[in-house]
């Protein structure tokens, strides 16, 4: 989901494979990595699963007729 990338002063970046957004660059420690994607919230997937949440309710409405 995420690449990581090692700058040569030895610093992270790391980028979302969804959206394609550096969610963080320079980050000294792979805890803070973690820490960081896991704050990432990504408008990629938010959008996907609105669009499953609509064609299930639309599912589920064209049932009812
Ligand atoms: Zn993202």
Do not use: W
């Amino acid at each position: 989901m995420y690449s990581r990338t090692q700058n040569e002063n030895g610093s992270y970046n790391t980028r979302c494979l969804y959206c394609f957004m550096t969610i963080a660059s320079s980050i000294e420690t792979e805890k803070e990595l973690d820490r960081a994607e896991a704050r990432h919230l990504c408008p990629e997937k938010v959008l996907s699963q609105l669009l499953a949440q609509r064609i299930a309710a639309e599912a589920h409405a064209a049932h009812r007729n």
